[in-house]
């Protein structure tokens, strides 16, 4: 629960507010971006809320955020009602589940809500008020983790909704080591004719991302969108395996079509094929220059 009396200086004066616990996992700021900003390598409020939907964007961010940094000086009587929003819809059946892990550093999850079983996209908290919520909407059947960072509560959705989690060998730890569905080599593996993960070795040696209906990417930590460059990247210093296996990965990618880049840390972005085309190849262009500046 965040603080008052530790409220950044940072913060305009007002209801909402940041703490100095934040860890500057950016989601407040791109959950709810007329609210807060970056200010001295953490987040802060900049405008106070003044309408409905920012003062429900804000408290989802306060729901969201993986430290529990943000806070309200007025007891939120709507908080129930904003718990209810979770999770928030992007686009069709795919979704944002909010309440964010501080185990992950905060990166965001997902769930595509399927006929023949829910898809649980990296690990949220294991939040009582969002486990009712995918109780009411069919439960989970699959738990697929992109990576070894982005795991957090895996095993009490599994416990909770025995869904079968997914994970790359090569990211296998001792926390993972359970797993139902342990994937291999650097091939395709289609999952169901609407799912296809495809092995993306760079960020770690088992990254793979999820491709459905060759539409939504999830990416993991491989591929985001740059608000400061205003193209897709790549993270090269949190690139923990390979940025040259990195740079491989990243030229397979470009050949599958897609429209949606959904991450786990950065910005998602949206775009019609031909667009992500061309920001893939900006992309790639941009991860060779920087490989060759030594960046």
């Given at each position: 629960m965040a603080k008052l009396q530790q409220r950044r200086t940072q913060n305009t004066e007002g209801d909402f507010y940041v703490d100095a616990s934040c860890i500057d996992c950016d989601t407040c700021r791109w959950m709810a971006p007329t609210v807060f900003h970056e200010a001295g390598d953490q987040s802060a409020v900049y405008h106070?809320?003044?309408?409905?939907?920012?003062?429900?964007?804000?408290?989802?961010?306060?729901?969201?955020?993986?430290?529990?940094?943000?806070?309200?000086?007025?007891?939120?009587?709507?908080?129930?009602?904003?718990?209810?929003?979770?999770?928030?819809?992007?686009?069709?059946?795919?979704?944002?589940?909010?309440?964010?892990?501080?185990?992950?550093?905060?990166?965001?999850?997902?769930l595509i809500l399927r006929s023949e079983g829910n898809v649980l996209v990296d690990s949220p908290r294991f939040a009582p008020p969002l486990v009712r919520r995918l109780e009411d909407l069919g439960g989970i059947k699959y738990l697929y983790l992109t990576h070894r960072d982005d795991v957090a509560d895996h095993q009490k959705f599994h416990d909770h909704f025995g869904a079968e989690r997914i994970l790359h060998e090569d990211d296998i730890v001792a926390d993972t080591r359970s797993v139902e569905i342990k994937l291999s080599g650097y091939e395709a593996f289609s999952l169901a004719p609407d799912l296809v993960i495809l092995p993306i070795p760079g960020?770690?040696?088992?990254?793979?991302?999820?491709?459905?209906?060759?539409?939504?990417?999830?990416?993991?930590?491989?591929?985001?969108?740059?608000?400061?460059?205003?193209?897709?990247?790549?993270?090269?210093?949190?690139?923990?395996?390979?940025?040259?296996?990195?740079?491989?990965?990243?030229?397979?990618?470009?050949?599958y079509p897609f429209e949606w880049v959904l991450p786990g840390h950065g910005r998602r972005h949206h775009g019609n094929r031909q667009e992500m085309t061309q920001q893939m190849q900006q992309c790639i262009d941009w991860m060779e220059r920087s490989s060759d500046s030594g960046w």
């Open positions: 106070q809320p003044n309408t409905a939907e920012e003062r429900v964007k804000a408290l989802q961010a306060l729901l969201a955020c993986p430290t529990a940094s943000i806070g309200t000086v007025e007891k939120p009587i709507d908080i129930q009602t904003v718990q209810q929003s979770f999770p928030v819809c992007i686009d069709e059946n795919v979704y944002h589940c909010g309440y964010h892990a501080e185990s992950s550093y905060g990166a965001a999850s997902y960020h770690s040696k088992g990254h793979t991302a999820l491709m459905y209906r060759e539409k939504f990417l999830f990416s993991g930590d491989h591929l985001a969108w740059s608000e400061r460059l205003s193209q897709l990247i790549a993270f090269r210093n949190v690139c923990w395996y390979s940025w040259s296996e990195q740079i491989r990965s990243m030229r397979r990618l470009s050949n």
